[in-house]
């Protein structure tokens, strides 16, 4: 339990800081958007669409997040990124709110990412959303990140985090995650 | 009772159902007929007690006393879970699981797609989220259903004993009370009646192309809006509760 004290210690920082904020909104959201996103680390949270917004309350800086999925276990960890990167810039007065509404959709994730996702190894989202075809099992037109074939077979619906699918391509033979579309 | 209480009782309904069927889907971690089965149950398990997080935290708000969803989930005994019997039937072989899940799945489809149009802005927004969730659970444990009903002839033969064993825990879900009433009122939660029209049609569509049978008798279990259990409930909140009651308010 206390493998992890740095984190702890901050998480208990109930201090508040005197010093006025000197630094805005858009430059704490751009700052922030280095932080990659913990499972996958070639794109950021900001790419990802899970950092929203970035407000001050008066000395209170708040920032808002939104889970891709509801039992997504790394937004605690990128709650406590969130917190240590701030820390760093002398910003410790800090919320970070979770919200739910709007709810995330890999539509969010624009075209530099997806190719960020397909050179890391995992097949970006196809086509936009969910559909009601995804209950009658409607085969996508996936390619292979390795080798863009087509010839692609799912192994798993759920892959080795909830927001992935598991592949195999029937030409290079090699397993991919596929990045569901929700 | 008033529109505060209504919610109250509503939220711990569909919290409380999330939280103990992913808390029985957990108990497949590491135990899963193959790899691919234990990380797909896992996965689900965890959107299962992410969104009961996400309920239990709007409950314990809308309740206004102070407590959080950590103390509605481990400080509350047996009778005070309003979660509906069939999310804590033992996972028993893998065919009871499935259907568990099926039938749970189908009406959590129709029930998440209703709930999306809710006049609560914070329980439409959780609908939303979790419809999209459902959405594969469904994919996931229809796929089973079909691949084990119309399978072997072992596989058929526990397949159909597990809906004989788990139909009668189905008629309860459609239930209605005064809590119900009072949010149909309001335009909060949706009648569960049309829920129930969906859910049949769906069900019996996908049991009888698996080419299984709906059993015939008309049984039915119920009493979980009242906090009336059957006798798993106890021992899976025993080891649930387990950790959090031997060391009050421990952190990690
Ligand atoms: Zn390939």
Redesign the pocket.
């Known amino acids: 339990m206390s493998s992890r004290p740095q984190r702890r210690d901050l998480l208990s920082v109930t201090e508040i800081s005197n010093k006025m904020p000197n630094i805005t909104a858009d430059q704490i959201f751009q700052l922030l958007s280095q932080i990659p996103d913990p499972e996958i680390p070639v794109i950021n949270i900001n790419e990802l669409g899970i950092l929203r917004d970035v407000k001050w309350d008066g000395e209170l800086c708040t920032v808002v997040i939104t889970p891709t999925y509801s039992g997504c276990p790394a937004m605690k960890v990128i709650e406590d990124d969130i917190k240590i990167l701030l820390k760093e810039k002398g910003i410790e007065n800090v919320k970070v709110d979770l919200v739910y509404s709007p709810a995330w959709t890999t539509d969010w994730i624009n075209d530099e990412a997806k190719e960020k996702l397909r050179a890391y190894g995992i097949a970006p989202p196809e086509v936009t959303s969910i559909d009601k075809g995804l209950l009658l099992g409607k085969a996508r037109h996936l390619k ?1 990140p ?2 863009n ?1 087509e010839n692609v077979t799912m192994i798993s619906q759920f892959g080795s985090t909830a927001c992935k699918a598991l592949y195999r ?1 029937n ?2 033979k ?1 397993p991919f995650d596929y990045f569901k579309c929700i | 009772m008033t529109t505060q209480e209504a919610k109250f009782q509503y939220l711990l309904r569909l919290g409380d159902s999330n939280l103990i069927i992913g808390h029985r889907l957990s108990e497949w971690c590491g135990a899963g007929p193959i790899l691919e089965e234990d990380i797909a149950l896992i996965n689900i398990a965890l959107d299962f007690v992410g969104n009961a997080t996400a309920l239990l935290g709007y409950a314990a708000t809308v309740e206004g006393n102070g407590r959080t969803e950590d103390d509605l989930a481990y400080l509350r005994n047996e009778r005070e879970f309003r979660n509906l019997l069939i999310t804590e039937q033992p996972n028993g072989d893998y065919a009871s699981t499935i259907t568990r899940q099926f039938l749970y799945d189908v009406y959590t489809f129709y029930l998440y797609e209703a709930l999306k149009s809710s006049k609560d802005e914070t329980i439409a927004a959780l609908a939303v989220k979790s419809h999209k969730e459902v959405t594969y659970h469904l994919r996931h444990t229809t796929e089973w259903m079909y691949r084990l009903g119309d399978g072997t002839a072992e596989s058929h033969e526990r397949m159909q004993n597990a809906i004989n064993d788990l139909w009668m825990f189905t008629g309860e879900m459609f239930d209605m009370d005064e809590v119900d009433q009072i949010l149909i009122k309001e335009g909060i939660a949706p009648d569960l009646n049309n829920i129930k029209s969906q859910w049949e049609t769906h069900v019996k569509r996908v049991i009888a192309e698996a080419t299984l049978q709906i059993p015939t008798y008309n049984f039915k279990q119920k009493g979980s809006k009242e906090g009336k259990h059957s006798e798993h409930l106890g021992f899976l909140l025993a080891e649930m509760q387990s950790v959090h009651r031997a060391f009050p308010g421990a952190k990690w």
């Open positions: 292979c390795q080798c074939s391509c030409d290079c090699e």
